[in-house]
């Protein structure tokens, strides 16, 4: 979005909150550039919504609440669709697989939906995944250490990445923040870029998970070309038209 003329305080805010709706987080000075007005404003409007409960503000930008404050929240953003997501993913794991995960209201999907008497190792570099993985008896959770990022719920920094350099998973399992069928996997972050990064080399292969809305977006920083990731599932029929241009480079679930 790149309006050329006014655009409401209304439609501002609408399109600030799909887009942390989708993201999970956003960039005042990106939010300016994208909406063609002053950071003043958007902070303005953050802080609006911010008051109204409607997302995390911090500097430099705002987080989404529901991503942030899961065990707090009755709303999570496209639940049904990542439902849908978490119902595939899960044909993926099986009985004694070692499995790499991040953070995510889909990856949290998955969790809620595992087998009881499942055995199996996940390594995670998400705090709360670890903690919602070990309420299963039979699994081993093993939490990656390192610097919690607030805005992606993730360890990052030097640890996490050496400590994912001395593993070897059967399956690493990643959500999107942005894919496209040129690019591929793209972040916002640096920092959050260099974890993911560590953790598709650690992964025989590569599952990625989104919700369709996420689909022909793109950040700064490259995680990956599409050509690494060997499973893309989303809510969308396999067949679905929106997805040609990535059958021809990865597996569709």
Known sequence: ???K???FKNERQAYILKQINLHNKVSSSELSTQLNVSEDTI???LTELADAGELVK???GALSKSYHYPAQQSKVYAQTEKKIIAGKALQLIKPGMTILTEAGTTMLELVKILPRELEATFFTVSPLMALNLAEYPQVTVVLLGGEIDMASQITIGARPIQELASIKVDLCILGVNALNAKDGLTEIDWRVAQVKKAMIEAGHRLAVLTISEKLDSTFKMQICQPERIN????ELNPRDKKLNA???KMHIL
């Open 43 to 45: 902070r303005r409007d």
């Open 246 to 248: 990535y059958r021809k």
């Open 1 to 3: 979005m790149n309006p």
């Open 231 to 234: 499973y893309l599932i989303t």
């Open 5 to 7: 003329g006014p655009i």
């Open 58 to 60: 911090v500097h430099g």
